[in-house]
């Protein structure tokens, strides 16, 4: 499944209208917030359809998944958008991470736990916002125009002495490059779930943290009540991927890119890419392919880190010297 999914969920006590824009939503908050009455309600259309009092205006089916035989009704749905509990006791095994990634549904996770074993994008938590009896989905996290996160509005300016990477691999390369005659160290946390022990090491330094937002979420919440604790000292910037930031920068001058780019829901399949992260990497591989700018995730190849073009994906993210 692709596309922005517009999902509007009513009975004559309440209404709920939201969107989906990428195969994995999470929904989180406390109790009485309305996550279980949206589930509830689902679940009493999926039993009974109209006959429940809920009616669903959506393009694809929705549908609430159960504990009872969980793993026989996944894999007898598709193309459909499947709700799940927070009291399901299986949302958070690997058993279950598996099989939805065989899948071609959309998943929307009303649950406080974060997710570990999948990959979700940190612009994919919410909460629900209600007025009367109207209710959303609101972003719980906010960011700027250059991927900087926070709880509350944030400035573009990145401040920092020392630069945490997610990884080793390319990314680092050519942050640990660009910054070799600055002064200023980049040092690599070996795994994204590792970066809040790191964090907690260096507190009293002043770090910006760069890794892939496309597949943060599960370290978001632990991390952002660090960078609240710490606002002098933690900057929190979280582009989709460092193959994007390549892909942002203008370097490849193809209008696919620029349609995709602008649109990435639209043109993203959730059975092939299970995360935008995979999606974006594959797509520049794709396009520089048996070229001189030809991508590798594993060895960055020098085309990018000259001078000109390494300005040019720095400044996606106003990254300064």
């Known amino acids: 499944m ?107 996770f009303f649950i406080r736990e974060d997710l570990h074993q999948l990959p979700y994008s940190v612009d994919e938590i919410y909460e629900i916002k209600t007025s009367r009896k109207y209710h959303t989905f609101s972003r719980i996290y906010q960011k700027n125009e250059v991927n900087i996160y926070s709880l509350t509005p944030v400035n573009a300016v990145i401040n920092y002495d020392t630069l945490l990477t997610e990884d080793s691999k390319a990314g680092y390369t050519f942050y640990k490059h660009y910054l070799s005659d600055s002064g200023k160290i980049c040092v690599s946390a070996n795994g994204k779930s590792s970066i809040y022990r790191w964090l907690l090491e260096h507190r009293n330094d002043k770090v910006c943290v760069i890794a892939d937002g496309a597949a943060f979420g599960a370290e978001m919440d632990k991390i952002m009540q660090l960078q609240q604790k710490y606002p002098e000292n933690i900057t929190i910037c979280l582009p989709e991927s460092f193959e994007w930031m390549i892909l942002k920068s203008g370097l490849i001058k193809d209008n696919e890119v620029f349609d995709v780019l602008a649109e990435p829901s639209r043109n993203i399949e959730s059975k092939e890419f299970f995360s935008w992260e995979q999606f974006f990497t594959h797509f520049l591989i794709h396009k520089t392919k048996d070229t001189y700018m030809a991508y590798s995730k594993s060895e960055l190849n020098t085309y990018y880190t000259v001078h000109e073009n390494a300005e040019k994906i720095a400044a996606v993210i106003v990254l300064r010297k």
């Not at 793993?71 to 279950?96: H, M, P, V, W, Y």
């Open 2 to 108: 692709k596309g922005i999914q517009n999902v509007r969920v009513s009975n004559r006590k309440t209404d709920y209208r939201f969107e989906l824009y990428r195969n994995i939503t999470v929904v989180r908050g406390d109790s009485g917030t309305g996550k279980t009455t949206l589930y509830d309600m689902i679940n009493a259309y999926t039993r009974n359809g109209t006959q429940s009092g809920v009616q669903i205006a959506s393009s694809k089916p929705c549908v609430a998944l159960e504990d009872i035989d969980w793993k026989n009704q996944l894999r007898n749905t598709s193309n459909s958008i499947i709700f799940i509990d927070e009291g399901a006791k299986f949302a958070a095994s690997e058993e279950f991470a598996h099989e939805i990634k065989q899948t071609d549904n959309y998943y929307v």
